[in-house]
């Protein structure tokens, strides 16, 4: 097969291709990027493999960054743009089932290509479109099928996060699994308890985000995968309720797992336990607490004032995940709402903690922080002005019941 017109993002790396290939080296596009082409998807990264040595690679590059020269990777940079160019290689045993004891540099495409994961992702282009296709890769994407290039079990005791990433590829391509490949998975899946969670995370949560993210739940669960996923052991069952919800697709990575943490029955204060074991940031962490309480507050009835305080900007997302509960969501609406509260932070309240303390002649103390909630919210309700004269005369009132 070759590709009659190369994308923009090909034509403009020709002439690092070039560059390479004059110096005696062979050069092709490699990866995803030649997947997506194929599939007439957008291409986000372009990645060349070369048969130059790094140390051959920084010979013909002027500029160049080592950025994974241990792996065979070196960041070349042209005028307008920047190149991974990584030379072919073979790896020897993997101790971690995630990162080879040692790479071996070699000059052999076919060599390189078969330690690929999946056969869809084993295409090389060269530079005048010509694809190179060694393990009917082409055969599989036709025929939508996720199948791992040669003996699975050895692909997914190399790296087992390869499962997580084809149950990913499955969730954005709508793919399945060929029959030797699931297999492999079912019997290997404990080998993900080797893998850092935070590269469990990221594939997982690629996978929330996918049109196709029914089936690939569903296999998540078939395949056992799930069980070495941290508080997922005895959510079977949760999980495919989740994967039974409608297929649109989320807008956030927080969206999509505050919908399936409220499926998995979690209450809001086990959230941010829950993703502790995630490793994920604390920012995150509270931004999915929020949606959590949002989302239950919402499912029973409308945001009242002080919700919309609260939630800020997170109302308008759980309005928009209200779908999947089977309501319709009301954006626009909250959106007016929220714009309209008298104010957003305690910061645009008209008094402070200092003119409470010169007006009342109290010293500092619990007190002052419940009086300024009380004001807060009388003005979120408004239930009172946002004048300062006003607020301290609440104030002088609250202070005296």
Known sequence: MKLTILPEEFRQALPVMEQIETAGYEAYFVGGSVRDVLLGHPIHDVDIATSAFPAEIKEIFPRTVDVGIEHGTVLVLTEDSQYEITTFRTESTYQDFRRPDQVSFVRSLEEDLKRRDFTINAFAVQDDGNVIDLFEGLADLANKTLRAVGNPHERFHEDALRMMRGLRFMSQLGFSFEEETFAAILENHALLGKISVERIFIEFTKLLLGDYRQAAIEQFVATECYQYCPGFRDKGANLLTFAALPTPGFTSEAAAW??????????????????????????????????????????????TAMDLYRLQEHALTVEEVLPYYDQAGQVGVTKEALDALPIHQLSELAVNGNDLLQATGRKPGPWLKEVLSYLEQAVVEKRSENDKTTLLRLAMAYTKE
Not at 261 to 279: I, M
Not at 284 to 298: A, D, H, P, Q, T
Request: net charge positive; charged share 35%; proline share 2%.
């Open 258 to 303: 505050a919908v399936l943490l409220d499926h998995l029955g979690l209450a809001v204060e086990e959230v941010s336990p829950f993703l502790r074991q995630w490793k994920v940031s604390n920012e995150f962490r509270r931004e999915c607490r929020e949606l959590v309480w949002g989302i239950k507050r919402r499912k029973e009835n409308l945001f």
